[in-house]
């Protein structure tokens, strides 16, 4: 069972960037569909992007063109990259990976397992 811890979040003013990062207790690379989901109170986990065993990334709408997901295999670690960011990207970002790839990877469905959540706020 893969373990997952985020690092990274806090307060940021709007167009500024952050680098999330997510270390993993194994290799994930060749095994798992990595992923990053963020959540605001009241509202659904949303899927932000994805990473495949085959390195095809995903993004929602909402963040192409800013965000990057990405990984260190050296080091066991994914990493998101967010640019310019909104007061709308105000959320607990969650690190996630699953062992079901392609379709399932692509589509940011429920993952398996979860990190405990970094929190990112963007405000002025």
């Known amino acids: 069972q893969v373990q997952l811890v985020e690092s990274g979040g806090r307060s940021v003013q709007p167009g500024g960037s952050l680098r999330l990062s997510c270390a993993t207790s194994?290799?994930?690379?060749?095994?798992?569909?990595m992923g990053w989901f963020r959540q605001v109170p009241g509202k659904e986990r949303e899927g932000v992007a994805s990473?495949?065993?085959?390195?095809?990334?995903t993004y929602t709408d909402s963040v192409k063109g800013r965000f990057t997901i990405s990984r260190d295999n050296a080091k066991n670690t994914l990493y998101l990259q967010m640019n310019t960011l909104t007061p709308e990207d105000t959320a607990m970002y969650y690190c996630a990976a699953d062992r079901r790839i392609g379709w399932f990877c692509r589509n940011m469905a429920d993952f398996t397992y979860w990190g405990q959540g970094t929190h990112v706020a963007v405000s002025s």
């Open positions: 194994e290799a994930t690379y060749s095994k798992y569909c």
């Open positions: 990473l495949d065993i085959d390195g095809v990334t």
